[in-house]
């Protein structure tokens, strides 16, 4: 009577601390990693292309080419007016189906640049999916791969691993009965779950600020599409190149972050998987047999705490080793840079509150100088120089970023003021 007490106590125990630590971060766990794969894979593609299957007709698309449309029409409609305006000569004639086929280029590339894109993404998420089955098999999820890696010992090798099935797919905790299968500690156990699950939510609470920065960009960059294609036919694709490798890079950091998330899962499986073999050679001792597991357990901990702290910084190194410096930096790195800055938004007042009465008295004293009035003549006309040189640097950037049809409009004036 004494001992079922005791092991009913221990079981209470046990299933309270599995719901509390186990069960509700296991789903938390399953939830939070579904999101970041649909946000990082799978959002993109559904908004642009309506699917794995481009669909021409869904919403986006029907506006997105209607204002493409629009836009052709209007470019072409003003040159044939600026053309039926001016002399039917043939310098008028070239410039007027120069921009017909400027114009006509323009719009195949708005139709087939996205299609590109789209290869582009299914190529991502098809090396994303078989680096993701090599590791785990697709039906399984995160939660339930953590379960299976870390499923303990039996003394019932048959029973215990049927019972542990059924725990993998619901995260429930052991029945009593099952609880009896167990061969070794079973808080033990919750304690191991509870840190691998808490690691992994932390890392990926970590990565999906990248991912929504990442994918900002990439709808940012989409809708710059048509503009960047105008000003390509423009500038022999100096512009379009730009924009190609940016959004290139917005999509290739997506697929490093998620490739990361799943090399530190792999390292996370073969932390809890070697060390313990690992210790067990050191310690070679039977006797010793409840010690290891202790001991390995806590150097796994250890291991798997010390790759969460790291993986930011892997995660940076590898961002600027791919020259992706946009996508760097991590939402705690920035955190840290705000601090300091306000620390040395405080010290930059001081300083400034001291050098105002330094200037203060300097400028009393300038005052009773006689080359002041020289001096001032002196900056004026060097201030005047410089704004005369901005202006015609500005002039000259205006020039050069104009739309090839502007240039057009221009050389077509030009022509009817000299004829």
């Given at each position: 009577m004494f001992a079922w007490l005791i092991n009913s106590i221990g079981y209470?125990?046990?299933?309270?601390?599995?719901?509390?630590?186990?069960?509700?971060?296991?789903?938390?766990?399953?939830?939070?990693?579904?999101?970041?794969?649909?946000?990082?894979?799978k959002l993109p593609i559904?908004?642009?292309?309506?699917?794995?299957?481009?669909?021409?007709?869904?919403?986006?698309?029907?506006?997105?080419?209607?204002?493409?449309?629009?836009?052709?029409?209007?470019?072409?409609?003003?040159?044939?007016?600026?053309?039926?305006?001016?002399?039917?000569?043939?310098?008028?004639?070239?410039?007027?189906?120069?921009?017909?086929?400027?114009?006509?280029?323009?719009?195949?590339?708005?139709?087939?640049?996205?299609?590109?894109?789209?290869?582009?993404?299914?190529?991502?998420?098809?090396i994303y999916q078989l680096v993701k089955n090599s590791i785990f098999n697709q039906d399984t999820s995160l939660s339930q791969y953590i379960f299976k890696v870390l499923e303990p010992k039996w003394t019932e090798t048959s029973e215990g691993h049927k019972a542990w099935i059924q725990v993998q797919n619901?995260?429930?905790?052991?029945?009593?009965?099952?609880?009896?299968?167990?061969?070794?500690?079973?808080?033990?156990?919750?304690?191991?779950?509870?840190?691998?699950?808490?690691?992994?939510?932390?890392?990926?609470?970590?990565?999906f600020i990248r991912v929504i920065k990442a994918i900002a960009y990439e709808f940012v960059y989409f809708l710059w599409l048509p503009v960047a294609i105008t000003q390509g036919t423009n500038d022999a694709g100096e512009t379009l190149k730009k924009w190609?490798?940016?959004?290139?890079?917005?999509?290739?950091?997506?697929?490093?972050?998620?490739?990361?998330?799943?090399?530190?899962?792999?390292?996370?499986?073969?932390?809890?998987e070697q060390v313990p073999s690992l210790i067990d050679e050191i310690l070679?001792?039977?006797?010793?047999?409840?010690?290891?597991?202790?001991?390995?357990?806590?150097?796994?901990?250890?291991?798997?705490?010390?790759?969460?702290?790291?993986?930011?910084?892997?995660?940076?190194?590898?961002?600027?080793?791919?020259?992706?410096?946009?996508?760097?930096?991590?939402?705690?790195?920035?955190?840290?840079?705000?601090?300091?800055?306000?620390?040395n938004t405080a010290n930059t007042k001081e300083t400034k509150a001291e050098a105002n009465k330094t200037i203060s008295y300097e400028k009393n004293t300038l005052k009773r100088n006689n080359d002041l009035g020289v001096r001032a003549k002196t900056s004026a006309r060097n201030a005047k120089n410089t704004m005369s040189k901005e202006k015609t640097a500005e002039q000259a950037i205006n020039n050069a970023l104009k739309p090839w049809f502007i240039k057009i409009f221009n050389k077509l004036q030009e022509g009817d003021k000299v004829k």
């Open positions: 209470a125990i046990f299933s309270g601390l599995w719901y509390i630590l186990v069960f509700l971060p296991g789903w938390i766990l399953h939830i939070i990693y579904t999101t970041l794969e649909f946000v990082a894979l559904y908004i642009l292309f309506g699917g794995y299957e481009i669909n021409f007709s869904t919403g986006f698309f029907i506006r997105f080419f209607g204002i493409a449309l629009i836009c052709l029409f209007f470019v072409v409609g003003i040159v044939f007016y600026r053309f039926i305006q001016a002399r039917k000569d043939v310098e008028n004639q070239q410039l007027f189906k120069e921009s017909i086929k400027r114009g006509t280029l323009s719009f195949l590339m708005v139709v087939g640049i996205p299609i590109l894109m789209w290869l582009m993404m299914i190529f991502f998420v098809i619901t995260f429930q905790p052991l029945s009593y009965n099952e609880w009896f299968y167990i061969d070794g500690s079973g808080i033990l156990l919750i304690i191991k779950l509870a840190i691998a699950i808490f690691a992994i939510v932390v890392v990926i609470f970590g990565l190609f490798a940016k959004f290139t890079e917005s999509v290739l950091s997506i697929f490093i972050i998620l490739i990361c998330l799943l090399l530190y899962i792999m390292l996370l499986q073969t932390t809890f070679g001792d039977n006797s010793t047999a409840l010690s290891g597991e202790w001991t390995t357990s806590i150097l796994s901990i250890a291991i798997i705490l010390g790759m969460t702290y790291g993986i930011n910084g892997m995660i940076t190194r590898l961002m600027y080793f791919f020259n992706l410096d946009q996508f760097a930096e991590s939402s705690i790195r920035l955190r840290r840079n705000k601090n300091k800055t306000a620390n």
